[in-house]
């Protein structure tokens, strides 16, 4: 296979435009763009960063945000050694960072799948005391507690149950796809989280819902969400395909190691 000319591809004027986002934004989506319609096709090897830095007279940076977010989107792979190559756009393994705080029906749209949400209970509960601890509730609050069935090509992938103070979500039986984008509109969305990710084996009814069988392994993802402010908002507890999903988080040297 050919490879691109990326001194050319990479040429600022080709995708920069002023008022238009971050840098990194930008080259994201036209590196996107040119995965999916085939300019830049599976296995493509991409140049190291420094000389992609150079090819587009940015910040290296800049080149390992954007390329950060397409290898979290599944993308791209980065191989230790080997460098960074384009993945078939039809593989159906799910790459998902666990660094970025976007909600299921966002990371579907950016792999260009059409998702879809059953809502398997809603309603405002009195607490159970994990949910207590973890928003920093007295004993006498309501929580809203959404129980979802996730879905999305190639089927059945997770079920996730949220639950937030009551007066973040005072009516629950609302959120009917997307609960970030809900919480974005009155003030509530997190924008800082904390995730834990754990083995886990499903009971007998999550297993019927998700099509398999029962005690098959999944993927546990336990996640804290915070306000600007520090005050806890969010606590979600979800079960995820583990031959469907890829979960990814950067990890880079710190400066006083």
């Known amino acids: 296979m050919n490879q691109p000319d990326f001194a050319e591809m990479l040429k600022a004027d080709h995708w920069h435009f002023q008022g238009r986002g971050p840098r990194y934004r930008q080259l ?62 039809d593989k159906k393994r799910l790459r998902q960072s666990l660094s970025s705080l976007v909600s299921f029906t966002e990371t579907m749209a950016l792999r260009g799948y059409a998702s879809s949400s059953e809502v398997l209970n809603a309603g405002l509960f009195p607490p159970t005391p994990e949910e207590t601890i973890a928003l920093g509730l007295s004993g006498s609050s309501l929580v ?17 149950t949220s639950t937030l103070p009551a007066d973040a979500l005072p009516n629950p039986e609302m959120v009917k796809q997307s609960l970030y984008v809900v919480l974005r509109k009155t003030g509530f969305a997190p924008v800082r989280a904390i995730q834990r990710i754990s083995a886990t084996n499903l009971d007998a009814a999550d297993a019927g819902l998700l099509g398999v069988e029962p005690g098959t392994a ?24 583990s031959d469907v999903y890829d979960f990814m988080a950067e990890v880079r040297l710190e400066d006083n190691a």
């Open 28 to 89: 994201s989506h036209y590196l996107r763009t040119a995965i999916k319609d085939g300019t830049l096709g599976a296995d493509t090897l991409l140049p190291p960063e420094r000389e992609m830095a150079l090819q587009a007279d940015v910040s290296r940076v800049t080149i390992r945000r954007a390329i950060g977010d397409l290898a979290g989107e599944g993308l791209l792979d980065q191989r230790q050694g080997s460098g960074t190559v384009v993945m078939p756009t």
């Open 218 to 241: 999944f993927l546990k993802i336990v996640r804290n969400g915070y306000l600007a402010s520090g005050r806890p908002v969010e606590l979600t507890t979800g079960v995820y395909r």
């Open 144 to 160: 809203a507690r959404i129980k979802r069935l996730r879905l999305a090509d190639p089927g059945p992938l997770a079920i996730e």
